[in-house]
T-cell receptor
Framework: GNSVTQMEGPVTLSEEAFLTINCTYTATGYPSLFWYVQYPGEGLQLLLK?????DKGSNKGFEATYRKETTSFHLEKGSVQVSDSAVYFCALSDQSGGYQKVTFGTGTKLQVIP | EAQVTQNPRYLITVTGKKLTVTCSQNMNHEYMSWYRQDPGLGLRQIYY???????DKGDVPEGYKVSRKEKRNFPLILESPSPNQTSLYFC????????????FGSGTQLSVL
């Protein structure tokens, strides 16, 4: 079956530091890849997505590139802010079975300190 | 405003007392699903529904029931809750028009004593 592995947290960074959260996946088909963000006390919301190999998703200064050769979708941001403190989930969506099956990673908590 | 609404937000109950967590979406989405979130395990799918009267098991369906009598509603039913069902629950919806993007509710924190 499909699976998503992301780096364990928590990750603590100082404001304006560079962020990388690693994510690798295993899938039998050609999934779409996502990063979702969960702010404290809220539900998940889509941060960015990529639907095919070499696509780059970007939003709010975050970027991730769909790398089929390394089965990876690492999240990066050049300069984090305190407001970026949240839990980040890597996910893949597979529709090869005739329905949308979404598999999530375990989540990585990011804490940005001033 | 387009949204997925879950109720209640917090729930404390005792073992064996039947409960229902409601989920409603106002976006006319065909696809709805329930997840539970546990530390170190991420989100795991409990049940999903492709449309009215079409439901199927996800990865962790034991101890849960669902129904989809109307397109907008997808309640989660715990007939006889147990302490291992203490968790944070999320409802989500999507449709072909959302290009695989899931819309999530704000969550229900359930504690079973």
């Amino acid at each position: 079956g499909n699976s998503v592995t992301q780096m364990e947290g928590p990750v603590t960074l100082s404001e304006e530091a560079f962020l990388t959260i690693n994510c690798t996946y295993t899938a039998t088909g050609y999934p779409s890849l996502f990063w979702y963000v969960q702010y404290p006390g809220e539900g998940l919301q889509l941060l960015l997505k990529a639907t095919k190999a070499d696509d780059k998703g970007s939003n709010k200064g975050f970027e991730a590139t769909y790398r089929k050769e390394t089965t990876s979708f690492h999240l990066e941001k050049g300069s984090v802010q305190v407001s970026d403190s949240a839990v980040y989930f890597c996910a893949l969506s597979d529709q090869s079975g005739g329905y949308q099956k979404v598999t999530f990673g375990t989540g990585t908590k990011l804490q940005v300190i001033p | 405003e387009a949204q997925v609404t879950q109720n209640p937000r917090y729930l404390i109950t005792v073992t064996g007392k039947k409960l229902t967590v409601t989920c409603s979406q106002n976006m006319n989405h065909e696809y709805m699903s329930w997840y539970r979130q546990d530390p170190g395990l991420g989100l795991r799918q409990i049940y999903y529904s492709m449309n009215v009267e079409v439901t199927d098991k996800g990865d962790v369906p034991e101890g849960y029931k669902v129904s989809r009598k109307e397109k907008r509603n997808f309640p989660l039913i715990l007939e006889s809750p147990s302490p291992n069902q203490t968790s944070l629950y999320f409802c989500a919806s999507s449709s072909p028009a959302t290009n695989e993007k899931l819309f999530f509710g704000s969550g229900t924190q359930l504690s079973v004593l």
